[in-house]
């Protein structure tokens, strides 16, 4: 504790001596002060503080040696009152006097707890610390004052005897009381002031506000609580946690908590209040505000810790904040981070986990073989526990007998989507149809093993995994001669072995609110751009020689229920007509059954010869042209390269010297070469042309013809 000394007193009147000076000092304000209060002249001395003040207030400008010297006097008033157990007089004049107010709050040691160990950075006057009371609480004080009065008089004790007991609890509220005023009134003094000012200075306010706290607390003054706690405070948290859970007061410990930015504190206490550990009627909703402040903070630890927990109680609320976390931080999440917070979803509540590997497959794209694989089975699954209901298995059944018996030109997945009721049964089995056929990145062979046992039943979705495992054969012949869905098996060669269109996909996805499955297939038309809508197993084009294949195996398939199936020929003809170029006519002929009626191929094959007699003719067309263009090029390259001076070689006949195709070498053995251009300057005339050169017409076509691909001989290998 350091000490601030008083002025000096100021001489009117001087004394000059031979060997001195002489002053004549007016008794001061302070001895006065002292003198009163020596003899326990009290509210003496506190007129006469109280007639400088005035005195001071009048002034335009105050004497801050004077104002120093008030302050004093005050605070030894208050001091005397403080020992003499007038607490209400001592507050008031120790707040006159401007006292530290930690000085006082020391003599609280249940208040103050661990807020400040020592006062080393407290100022007071060096006249005030020689009269602070020696106790060390304000109990200490009221006792020794009690034995100071009462002492022997009351029997057995003064600690004992009742009247002394009763005054003690009276005097204690009292002193109480007297800090609590004492300390609104500091407060309010701090905002008046500016902030070079003691009231203002950080660790007296959070010695003041953390007491004024308690006091309110401890004396259920909860208004004047919160009015406190809502204003700018400096309340040490530590400090009031436990008197605040001890009262209940939850509602006021979720403030602070907020106020300070402690969160997970908060989302501790609003984890008791919705559990109903802690009761608290002043807090409403607090798992609604758990999922404020977490989607507001996005914080990935508070987010996964909270939000796992959450799930147990509200898994749909939970579920939004956990993934509203994980599509703003997508880029900066890595891959196993997904995994652990599925695994502990999962281990909480099944239903959560799905959706959110739902998200992380068709919202963030995720291409984790292991997800996918994960997800099909999840749909699977879905799928073979509502099969598990006898109703949802009968109408099942029944749809598929219903479209078998009646001739269509939809698939069976638009027909079945169409005439069934709407239910989640319905919507699982869609959803399990797109992604299947959607995703790229599963494996097929365990899925078609699981779908083994209800393969009579899931036809459609059997075939789709046959497609993705190479088995086309199984698939159209499950999709004509049991599904009776021709539709579909065109498609699926059309799509080089895929049975869902993208328009389809599109169209389920719009009507059913699908749209995240059917994006697997085609991205929607309203979200273009958008991340996530582009589709995962689209190809730009259809391999030529698959799509063949594959009309060429539906065909088989077409041909080999013929005979059962007798509307199946009338399909087949608008089959073979429609896929014409992609066929031959004599492949075709030794598949029909002999049982069927010529009239069936009659269109085809017409229209095969026809087509093949037109390209034979084309063919001729365009060769005639191309021979005719190829003279004309030849006529009109002929002469430049005659004034370019080409060098033609030309063989000689019957010399010892030709070696290899009759060419002429020289001395050095290099054949020898004619070059026409040279001869002509020479001579200056018209060059004669050796007996050995091929004719003017045939030279044409041998040496100033252009290369050009030699043209075909049949009209089977003219492109047209």
């Known amino acids: 504790m350091s000490t601030r000394g008083s002025s000096f007193p100021h001489a009117?009147?001087?004394?000059?001596?031979?060997?001195?000076?002489?002053?004549?000092?007016?008794?001061t304000l302070i001895s006065q002060a002292d003198f009163l209060l020596l003899n326990h002249r009290v509210e003496d001395a506190a007129e006469l503080a109280d007639q400088q003040r005035k005195s001071l207030q009048s002034m335009m400008i105050m004497d801050p040696h004077e104002l120093n010297e008030l302050h004093y006097i005050y605070q030894r008033i208050g001091l005397q009152c403080l020992t003499e157990t007038l607490f209400e007089d001592a507050g008031k004049h120790l707040f006159e006097g401007e006292l530290d107010p930690r000085i006082l709050i020391s003599y609280y040691p249940d208040l103050c707890s661990s807020l400040f160990d020592d006062l080393s950075s407290v100022d007071v006057f060096a006249g005030v610390s020689e009269h602070l009371p020696p106790e060390e609480s304000?109990?200490?004080?009221?006792?020794?004052?009690?034995v100071r009065n009462y002492s022997p008089h009351l029997s057995p004790n003064t600690r004992e005897a009742p009247v002394t007991v009763e005054l003690r609890d009276?005097?204690?509220?009292?002193?109480r009381d007297m800090l609590e005023h004492f300390l609104r009134k500091w407060r309010t003094k701090a905002k008046l002031e500016g902030p070079e000012r003691l009231a203002n200075a950080p660790e007296v306010r959070m010695a003041v506000d953390t007491v004024l706290a308690k006091l309110l607390v401890a004396h259920d003054k909860l208004e004047e609580l919160n009015i406190v706690i809502d204003e700018p405070n400096f309340i040490y948290l530590p400090e009031v946690e436990a008197i605040l859970q001890a009262s209940h007061q939850y509602h006021?410990?979720?403030?602070?908590?907020?106020q300070r930015g402690e969160h997970q504190r908060l989302l501790e206490t609003w984890s008791k209040l919705v559990d109903g550990e802690w009761v608290d009627a002043k807090v409403q909703d607090p798992l609604s505000s758990m999922v404020a402040l977490l989607s507001d903070r996005r914080d990935p630890k508070l987010t996964q810790q909270w939000g796992i927990w959450m799930t147990k109680r509200d898994p749909e609320r939970a579920l939004k904040v956990i993934l509203l976390l994980t599509s703003t931080a997508a880029g900066k999440r890595k891959a196993e981070d997904d995994r652990i917070l599925l695994q502990q979803l999962r281990d909480v509540n099944p239903s959560a986990g799905a959706q959110f590997l739902e998200h992380l497959v068709l919202q963030r794209r995720s291409i984790d073989t292991e997800l996918h694989m994960q997800l099909a089975v999840v749909y699977v699954e879905q799928l073979l526990s509502c099969l598990a209901d006898e109703s949802i298995s009968k109408l099942w059944r029944a749809k598929a007998a219903s479209y078998a018996s009646n001739r269509s030109d939809t698939s069976f997945l638009s027909y079945f989507a169409s005439t069934t009721p709407d239910s989640e049964s319905k919507r699982t089995r869609l959803k399990t149809a797109l992604f299947l056929q959607g995703s790229t990145l599963y494996s097929p062979q365990p899925i078609r093993d699981r779908l083994a046992e209800y393969e009579k039943i899931l036809r459609f979705e059997v075939a789709i995994v046959d497609g993705k495992l190479g088995q086309h054969r199984s698939a159209l012949t499950s999709l004509v001669h049991e599904?009776?869905?021709?539709?579909?098996?065109?498609?699926?060669?059309t799509l080089g072995g895929e049975i869902v269109p993208a328009k389809m996909a599109q169209s389920l996805g719009e009507r059913f609110g699908l749209q995240p499955w059917a994006s697997l297939l085609a991205p929607p038309a309203n979200t273009k751009g958008k991340v996530g809508a582009v589709p995962m197993s689209r190809i730009a084009t259809v391999d030529s020689g698959l799509k063949k294949s594959l009309i060429g195996v539906l065909l088989e398939v077409y041909m080999s229920g013929g005979s059962v199936l007798p509307s199946t020929a009338e399909r087949t003809a608008r089959f073979l007509n429609a896929q014409a170029m992609n066929l031959d006519v004599f492949d075709v002929i030794s598949l029909i059954p002999p049982d069927w009626p010529i009239h069936t191929l009659s269109t085809f094959v017409a229209r095969s010869l026809r087509r093949t007699l037109h390209a034979r003719h084309e063919g001729q067309i365009v060769k005639a042209i191309s021979a005719g263009q190829n003279l004309a090029v030849a006529e009109s390259t002929w002469l430049v390269q005659r004034?370019?001076?080409?060098?033609?070689?030309?063989?000689?006949?019957?010399?010892?010297?030709?070696?290899?195709?009759?060419e002429k070498l020289d001395e050095k053995g290099i054949a020898i070469s004619y070059d026409e251009k040279a001869v002509m300057l020479q001579q200056d005339v018209e060059p004669v042309l050796p007996e050995a050169q091929t004719t003017h017409g045939e030279r044409h076509a041998k040496e100033a013809v252009p290369p050009n691909p030699p043209y075909p001989d049949s009209e089977a290998e003219v492109g047209t």
């Open 643 to 662: 004034e370019q001076g080409a060098i033609i070689e030309e063989a000689v006949e019957g010399n010892d010297d030709e070696v290899g195709d009759g």
């Open 138 to 146: 304000i109990e200490e004080i009221i006792a020794t004052n009690l």
């Open 483 to 493: 599904l009776h869905d021709t539709t579909s098996a065109e498609i699926y060669c």
């Open 170 to 175: 009276v005097l204690i509220i009292t002193a």
């Open 252 to 258: 006021v410990l979720c403030k602070l908590y907020w």
């Open 12 to 27: 009117n009147v001087l004394v000059l001596g031979l060997d001195s000076v002489q002053a004549l000092l007016p008794s």
